[in-house]
């Protein structure tokens, strides 16, 4: 079965510190990748998505992502986090074979310290 | 603006209950998907719908229907609720075309079943 693994659960960080979110999947096929994020009593909203092309995507808000398909890896980066960052960030994957499904991981809540 | 609304944002139901979660959308999207989120488990596929009296199970079906008699309007019903399906109730809605679209999501309906 297909599946998704986020290592990181709980991270804190310091406001300007680097962030790096471990995302890998279990899919032998092609998939269409995501990272969605949520802030607190927001909903959930996308973040980024690589479909095919440059293995490295940009977001919105810095953030961006690198697709490294001998390791199933997805992991989301952002180079200075801020405050504002603080939320919950969950890594998706559709395989192309199927419909729009998505198979999401467990998610990480970052929480960044001013 | 996309819009996904869900009917209520705090539900207190009693075990036994029959409960229905709304989900709205209009922006005229052909798929919907029921989620539900619980911590360290991330979001989790109910049901999902790609039209009209379509659906499909997706990986946690078991004790939940669905309806879909309109195109903008989705239903999550628990037959006879349960302590086990205390959780947030997460709708989402995206265009055809796979996996490739991005999913937009409802405020979320948080149930708890005494």
């Known amino acids: 079965a297909q599946s998704v693994s986020q290592h990181n659960h709980h991270v804190i960080l310091s406001e300007a510190a680097s962030l790096e979110l471990g995302c890998n999947y279990s899919?032998?096929?092609?998939?269409?990748l995501f990272w969605y994020v949520q802030y607190p009593g927001q909903h959930l909203q996308l973040l980024l998505k690589y479909f095919s092309g440059d293995p490295l995507v940009k977001g919105i808000k810095g953030f961006e992502a690198e697709f490294i398909k001998s390791k199933f890896s997805f992991n989301l980066r952002k180079p200075s986090v801020q405050w504002s960052d603080t939320a919950e960030y969950f890594c998706?994957?559709?395989?192309?074979?199927?419909?729009?499904?998505?198979?999401f991981g467990q998610g990480t809540t970052l929480q960044v310290k001013p | 603006d996309v819009k996904v609304t869900q009917s209520s944002r705090y539900l207190v139901k009693r075990t036994g209950e029959k409960v229905f979660l709304e989900c709205v959308q209009d922006?005229?999207?052909?798929?919907m998907f029921w989620y539900r989120q619980d911590p360290g488990l991330g979001l989790r596929l109910i049901y999902f719908?790609?039209?009209?009296?379509?659906?499909e199970k997706g990986d946690i079906p078991e004790g939940y229907s669905v309806s879909r008699e309109k195109k903008e309007r989705f239903s999550l019903i628990l037959e006879s609720a349960s302590t086990n399906q205390t959780s947030m109730y997460l709708c989402?809605?995206?265009?055809?075309?796979?996996?490739?679209?991005?999913?937009?999501f409802g405020p979320g309906t948080r149930l708890t079943v005494l």
């Open positions: 998706a994957v559709n395989a192309r074979s199927n419909t729009g499904k998505l198979i």
């Open positions: 989402a809605s995206s265009p055809p075309g796979g996996g490739y679209n991005e999913q937009f």
């Open positions: 899919y032998g096929g092609t998939v269409n």
């Open positions: 719908s790609y039209d009209v009296k379509m659906k």
């Open positions: 922006m005229d999207h052909e798929n």
